[in-house]
């Protein structure tokens, strides 16, 4: 493809092709999303359904894997300290790990299980719609 | 810091919410090359079955399964996220590199 418009550039202008720099973009406009980029527009979905973030937090909740969810909570207090918590929900058969820093290991139970449920819930929704563009409730490509 | 798993802001989202709303009892159109979704329609029979069977139990074991619940659907969220990302990936970027070749 480049050869054919340096030939014809070379033609207009009356220059040998060699003269010619023809500057192509790196980056193709309809270039894919890496798994990487998706998980993060997931977690700005994700970090949005719990609420206003105060000023100065960050948050990120995402899905990492089939088996994985990640919560993250960071801010930065008066001294300039910066304050981070990570929170892995790992499922294991029928019941569901909550690992804090890599410190604290607790099984989730009762209102929490069901918070983090709700959560998932609500993610899976906004995400299958919103990035995904399929129907939440069949799976199915929404048309565009 | 926040110790406990947050709440979701259901105020919020319920503004915002259409009505196309995620309906456990809603039949999931299975993906037939992918055997692993293919549970779920095990998996929504069995909690329709525990759904109907709820109000013969005790709180106890109804706790008990709305835990169980509970995880299924985290289990299935989870599944159809993994399987709609790596859809978008095989998609995009085999249609990239056929592109580039």
Same mark, same amino acid.
Do not use: C
């Given at each position: 493809?480049?050869?054919v ?5 070379s033609l ?9 720099v ?11 999303l890496?798994?990487?980029?998706l ?16 000023e ?15 919560w ?34 607790s ?5 929490e ?10 993610y ?8 995904y563009?399929?129907?939440?409730k069949t ?6 | 810091?926040? $110790?406990?798993?947050?709440?979701v802001?259901?105020? $919020? ?6 009505? =196309?709303?995620?309906?456990n ?5 299975l993906h037939e090359?992918?055997?692993e ?5 095990e ?12 109000? =013969?139990k =005790?709180?106890?074991?109804q ?14 969220s ?8 790596k859809?978008y ?5 085999n ?7």
């Amino acid at each position: 493809m480049a050869n054919v418009l340096k030939k014809a550039l070379s033609l207009i202008t009356g220059e040998e092709p060699s003269e010619i720099v023809l500057k192509m973009p790196k980056i193709r406009p309809f270039r894919g999303l890496t798994e990487r980029e998706l998980i993060q527009l997931e977690s700005e979905v994700g970090s949005q359904l719990f609420g206003l973030i105060p000023e100065g937090h960050r948050r990120e909740f995402f899905n990492l894997d089939k088996n994985t969810w990640i919560w993250h909570e960071e801010h930065t207090d008066a001294d300039g300290a910066v304050h981070a918590t990570t929170t892995r929900y790992e499922i294991q058969g029928n019941r569901i790990l909550k690992a804090q820093d890599g410190t604290k290991y607790s099984y989730l139970e009762g209102q929490e299980l069901q918070n983090l449920a709700v959560a998932v819930q609500m993610y899976y929704e906004k995400v299958m719609r919103g990035i995904y563009k399929r129907d939440p409730k069949t799976g199915q490509k929404l048309p565009s | 810091m926040p $110790q406990g798993t947050p709440v979701v802001n259901l105020e $919020q989202y319920r503004n915002e919410r259409d009505a =196309t709303r995620f309906d456990n009892s809603t039949e999931i159109h299975l993906h037939e090359a992918n055997p692993e979704l293919a549970s779920f329609e095990e998996t929504r029979a069995r909690r329709e079955a525990l759904g109907a069977a709820a109000f =013969t139990k =005790t709180p106890l074991e109804q706790e008990k399964r709305r835990a169980e619940l509970a995880v299924e659907s985290i289990v299935r969220s989870g599944a159809w996220i993994e399987y709609v990302r790596k859809d978008y990936l095989d998609r995009h970027w085999n249609l990239h590199d056929r592109d580039a070749a």
